[in-house]
């Protein structure tokens, strides 16, 4: 095959190294939107935590609303991202169980992300709010098609789709939002891999059978039974 047309299907270096920036800087902007709010949070402070200068702050994200949205629209499509298992190629447990595990772990890898959001969320959705009622409402009402299917076809109980999804962003989410209190209850200093893995372990055999379907036996992605 001819290089060039490997030199072509590369991701250009420059690309590659936007991607990177823009990455690094999302994630300083959460750790400070987090700790100190959209009021309080100051394009110096995230650079500081980017070490970044703040002219290249600037280039990349030229005013903190437009940073702050990027970083509402990054969570919000890694949550959404995770909603592909649930399509009627899966079956029901196999489906909820992967997406409550896939929530869990984003809850413990983005959870300044997760309070930045819901912060938001408290404060009305003033930024996010437009996307909250078009795809967010679009992509729920196509995966409740999905669920009541399951449901109708007899393969779980006839709960409320839509409520279900309320109830696993709830469950999980909580972990990461407010785990200042879920510390304080187990007298921990901070929430590790075990505390994560007990947590979701739990979740999954709760929401599971809630749902009239059996918990996995032994780990991940176990045979149905």
Known sequence: MDARVHARAAPP?????RQENEALILRAAEYVF?????AGATMADIATRAGVPKSNLHYYFRTKQALYRAVLAHTLSLWLSETDIISADYPPRLALEQYIRAKMRLSASHPDASRVFANELLHGAPEIGGVLRQALRELVARKALVIRAWIDAGQMAPVDPYHLFFTIWAATQTYADFEAQVCAVLDVSALDAQDFERATEHLVALLLRGCGLAPPESGPGSPAA
């Open 34 to 38: 987090a700790r100190a709010g959209f």
């Open 13 to 17: 270096a420059g690309g590659r190294i």
